[in-house]
Antibody, heavy 121, light 108 residues
Framework: QVTLRESGPALVKPTQTLTLTCTFS??????????VSWIRQPPGKALEWLAL???????YYTTSLKTRLTISRDTSKNQVVLTMTNIDPLDTATYYC?????????????WGHGTMVTVSS | SYELTQPPSVSVSPGQTARITCSGD??????AHWYQQRPGQAPILVIY???ERPSGIPERFSGSSSGTTVTLTISGVQAEDEADYYC???????????FGGGTKVTVL
């Protein structure tokens, strides 16, 4: 059974760096075709794709946030980490991680429950 | 940056058919996928690769594609189908994922 779970701070102060961890089970991120993405959703607003890391350790970022984001993986721990620098109240959102199998559905087929992050001083 | 356009809302009576469109210039080249999100819950995949249905998704959910528009159809809408629906695809290079703005389906 494939599961993903997000963890991180619930409250962050403006200008700080946010670090979120996605811990997954039921698959290996070294298996060809598998990827993990981070997606966020501000309260009452639409989903926004942020970043993706694939089985080959290639990384992709949404253009608008590219300079603030870093995605990385620890295959021994089955974790994917997202860091976002210079946090702003506009970054208040629920942050999700999700799996993609490019050799299969090529969609976000399994999602974590999400973690809510509030940016406030 | 690349955008996908959805109508903000669709209203439908129980048992009727709801159709949600999603438009984007790269849709002739890139597959589209659809997600259902109920309040307070994470999204779930209901259609992938334009028209494929994951296991466990009811047959009343279907998808189609024509040119720069893809459509999610919910036939015989039930009260439990009331949710937000998002289309998702990639830019023409296939590198950058993107979501539509979402459509709220209200069951009257």
């Amino acid at each position: 059974q494939v599961t993903l779970r997000e963890s991180g701070p619930a409250l962050v102060k403006p200008t700080q760096t946010l670090t979120l961890t996605c811990t997954f089970s039921g698959f290996s991120l070294t298996t060809r075709g598998l990827c993990v993405s981070w997606i966020r959703q501000p309260p009452g607003k639409a989903l926004e794709w942020l970043a993706l890391i694939d089985w080959d350790d290639d990384k992709y970022y949404t253009t608008s946030l590219k300079t603030r984001l870093t995605i990385s993986r620890d295959t021994s721990k089955n974790q994917v980490v997202l860091t976002m620098t210079n946090i702003d109240p506009l970054d208040t959102a629920t942050y999700y991680c999700a799996r993609t199998e490019t050799t299969g559905a090529d969609a976000f087929d399994i999602w974590g429950h999400g973690t809510m992050v509030t940016v406030s001083s | 940056s690349y955008e996908l356009t959805q109508p903000p809302s669709v209203s439908v009576s129980p048992g009727q058919t709801a159709r949600i469109t999603c438009s984007g210039d790269a849709l002739p080249k890139q597959y589209a996928h659809w997600y259902q999100q109920r309040p307070g819950q994470a999204p779930i995949l209901v259609i992938y690769k334009d028209s494929e249905r994951p296991s466990g998704i009811p047959e009343r959910f279907s998808g189609s594609s024509s040119g720069t528009t893809v459509t999610l159809t919910i036939s015989g809408v039930q009260a439990e189908d009331e949710a937000d629906y998002y289309c998702q695809s990639a830019d023409s290079s296939g590198t950058y994922r993107v979501f539509g703005g979402g459509t709220k389906v209200t069951v009257l």
